[in-house]
Nanobody
Framework: QVQLVESGGGSVQSGGSRRLSCVVS????????MGWFRQAPGKEREFVAR????????YYADSVRGRFAIFRNNAENTVYLQLNSLTLEDTAIYYC????????????????????WGRGTQVTVSS
């Protein structure tokens, strides 16, 4: 059974940075494309970023492009999300997710595409 465990959340001031990690166990990590999503209070879960199985291709939501970076270390079964230039609007629970199906440009940003999820890690940005 695939398990995903996020860490690295916490409180950070506006303009600051944070690095989130997600360790995957239970299957061959490099078989999975990985994504990060977030959910703010009262809002739906939204796509943040995706990285391909070997890290060569990345995709970002417009709201985070240029500020966040997703990357992975397949030797360590870990995917990371580097958060820079944080704003109050970045406050959310951040979830990592994994999927096996081939890339589809019309669905890679949908939560329903991902079959495995972590429990999330809270990031709170304050002024």
């Amino acid at each position: 059974q695939v398990q995903l465990v996020e860490s690295g959340g916490g409180s950070v001031q506006s303009g600051g940075s944070r690095r989130l990690s997600c360790v995957v166990s239970g299957d061959t990590f490099s078989n999975y494309a990985m994504g990060w999503f977030r959910q703010a209070p009262g809002k739906e879960r939204e796509f943040v970023a995706r990285v391909s199985r070997h890290g060569s291709n990345t995709y970002y939501a417009d709201s985070v492009r240029g500020r966040f970076a997703i990357f992975r270390n397949n030797a360590e079964n870990t995917v990371y999300l580097q958060l820079n230039s944080l704003t109050l609007e970045d406050t959310a629970i951040y979830y990592c997710a994994a999927h096996l199906i081939p890339f589809n440009k019309d669905t890679y940003f949908l939560a329903s595409t991902y079959g495995h999820w972590g429990r999330g890690t809270q990031v709170t940005v304050s002024s």
